[in-house]
Each structure stands twice: as C-alpha cells, then as structure tokens.
C-alpha cells in the first residue's frame, strides 16, 4: 500500500471542494445569478468659448460602474437616468470650425456674436455675447464688425472680444 504525503491529501480535498462549489451551485441550495453588461448610451458635449457645442454620441458596455465614471474624470455629469449619461466638458479654446472659418460679428440692433462664416443677414449665430452701442465705434471698426472680423486663434478671439467690450452699454 503506498502513502500519501499529507500535501497530495490536502490538494486532492482543496480541488474537490474547488469543483464541488463552483460546478454545482445548486446542491447547495443557491442559484447563481448572470447579470449583462449594463448598455449605456452616453452623450458627450464639449463647450467651446466661441459658443460652439459639439456633440458625440456613443454606447457603452458597462462592466464596473468604477472604471466607467473614472474614464469620464474631468467631465462634468449633467443627466443620468436609465441608461442614459450626459457629460459636458467646458474647453479653454475656440472650436475647431472657428479655427477655419470663425468671425465674430455685430446683429442690426448691436449684439456681438460669433459666426462660422461671414455675419448676413440670414446667418444664424453661435453664441450671443453682449449689446454695444454701435454710435460709439469708430466707422472702420463698424464697418469691420457688420462685414465680420475673421479669428483663427483662442488669442485673436479673446483680443476682439476684450477690445469690443470697452464699447459696451
């Protein structure tokens, strides 16, 4: 009769208890409950400082509500209800269509606002900023401001925007 050494006799039960708990859940009188992934649908809205406001849609698989909210470190959780998240990030720069094609231009009745494109009188703006009073401009900077004075940079942005507000009401 051979002998066994006592590590072969513990593995040997360790590997049966292993075998017995996890294939046969139900002799222990427990149902094991499978849950999916959680599918998420989560929308992503960047807010440039020219008013522009991209938006990315996309689905995700949830596996740990841990690494989901830590990927969106950073972004600022607006909605969240069944299986809906909307993040907004605020961006310190113009956006990228501004970059190609961005002026900031004056309305009829002196509103300053950001285009894509030159401001007509059927542009529709960006954003809104603030109502100066076009009587005090001097003519070439009005001139200027109804044709749309072109920005390609966060810089030139913010130098127009700062330089029009000294005519502000």
Known sequence: MKRFSTAYLLLGLFCSAAAFVMGAPS???AEVEHYEPL???V???KVYLDGEVSIEHKREKVLSMDDFWADYAGWTLVEHKNGYVLFRKQVDDISPLSKV???IGVSDSGVISTFHGRPESDAEPIQSFFQIDLERLESHMQKNL????PFRTKAEFQDVIEH???YSG
């Open 27 to 29: 002799a222990l009188g």
């Open 39 to 41: 599918q998420v649908h």
């Open 43 to 45: 929308q992503l809205e």
């Open 101 to 103: 094609n961005g002026y």
């Open 146 to 149: 109804e044709k749309g004075i």
């Open 164 to 166: 029009i507000k000294t």
